[in-house]
């Protein structure tokens, strides 16, 4: 699994338990949908911080809540 596969599949889940879909995430985001459409299908390999940071606001949390998943937590990545 790389890096972007794991962001993916997290914000894919996400979306699934808050009933939003991927152009409601780029709106309660404040980003851009090709930007959101570009991370989801893999085209962004390394999503800045700000990135990040604006769709965890998006999804009511914090990057750290974010960003705590197993498979971020229990996966070496190797570069892409």
Do not use: W
């Amino acid at each position: 699994m790389t890096y972007s596969d794991a962001v993916i599949k997290r914000l894919t889940e996400l979306c699934d338990e808050k009933k939003i879909t991927v152009n409601g995430l780029a709106n309660l985001s404040g980003i851009t949908q090709s930007t959101v459409d570009n991370l989801m299908k893999g085209k962004t390999k390394n999503p800045k911080l700000k990135t990040l940071h604006k769709l965890a606001v998006g999804l009511d949390m914090t990057v750290s809540e974010l960003l705590d998943f197993p498979e971020m937590n229990e996966t070496a990545f190797e570069d892409e």
